[in-house]
């Protein structure tokens, strides 16, 4: 690699056509411009330069670097001028949350694109553990999960709360649940159906839910597409539990039966980016969004 310094001595010496005025325009000495020129004909491997008494001509090994040296300084020039300026309404956005969040809140990011199209909006579905992974790795830039995070490698706020919902068939409207309820019906499994279930019958006020074994339900089926799961419900084959969002982004929610428990359950949401990673502006418009809907 050339020594930048060294081209732009060089560049400089081009330009002014004289080794004392290129000293002083670089608070040099002039013995130094004539040190960084000769280091960057050895670097090169080429004379750069043929002396003429007090003047110079480039050889054409020297035009090809002085051209060099230009894109350089254009190029530094421009990424000096980017710096200043960060567009808080362009650039690439990374994020990564459950199925449901992304199910919610997929459509609002690309009405958010369709406002300022030189966004361009990546979302991706994973569980907590692949979320705070990839943000580590630095793969996603933000995410959402439903545990704090660790404070050592991880900054994270506090973003809302998400609602767990028992969802079953329209048919089973107004009853009562209880176990035998809801093995009649039959379990419709899904990839964080143990999590949710288990979270519902602890938190929702129902002493008999709460003292169930839900690995004795009976299954009645199993979908990992997330925006499928409520399908079979929909068709009064089964029941199952999931955020809330995601019956809210279900098109046929007349045909389903969202129960009602003592005691609204719900896990708090975290928004989560890598730990002294400053974010970029058009971030702020990201996290707005999210508070908007879920604070």
Not at 90 to 100: E, K, Q, R, V
Not at 198 to 206: I, R
Request: hydrophobic share 35%; with cysteine; net charge negative.
């Amino acid at each position: 690699m050339l020594n930048p310094q060294w081209l732009v001595t060089f560049k400089t010496l081009v330009d002014v056509g004289h080794f004392t005025q290129t000293a002083e325009k670089l608070y040099m000495t002039q013995p130094g411009v004539t040190q960084h020129i000769k280091k960057l004909e050895h670097a090169c491997g080429y004379p750069l330069i043929t002396r003429e008494g007090k003047s110079f001509e480039l050889t054409e090994r020297g035009r090809q670097v002085y051209a060099y040296a230009i894109k350089v300084a254009k190029e530094e020039a421009a990424l000096l001028e980017n710096l200043k300026f960060d567009n808080p309404h362009s650039g690439d956005c990374s994020i990564s949350c459950s199925g449901a969040m992304a199910l919610f809140f997929y459509p609002r990011l690309l009405e958010l694109q369709r406002i300022h199209p030189d966004l361009c909006i990546q979302i991706e579905a994973a569980p907590n553990h692949k979320i705070l992974n990839d943000i580590q790795a630095g793969d996603i830039d933000i995410g959402i999960v439903t545990q704090q995070p660790n404070t050592n490698l991880f900054h994270s706020e506090v973003l809302g709360k998400e609602t767990l919902s028992l969802i079953l068939p329209k048919c089973y409207e107004n009853k009562s649940i209880s176990i035998e309820l809801l093995n009649e019906c039959g379990l419709i499994k899904h990839p964080d159906v143990e999590h949710c279930l288990s979270m519902y019958f602890e938190h929702c006020g129902e002493e008999s839910l709460k003292k169930a074994d839900i690995t004795n339900l009976t299954k009645s089926g199993y979908v990992n597409q997330l925006g499928q799961i409520l399908l079979p419900v929909s068709k009064g084959l089964g029941f199952t539990v999931l955020p809330h969002s995601a019956v809210e982004s279900f098109p046929d929610q007349d045909s389903l039966y969202i129960t009602k428990p003592k005691n609204p359950v719900q896990e708090t949401l975290y928004t989560v980016r890598k730990k002294n990673r400053d974010l970029p502006k058009r971030y702020q418009l990201i996290e707005e969004l999210f508070s908007e809907h879920l604070s």
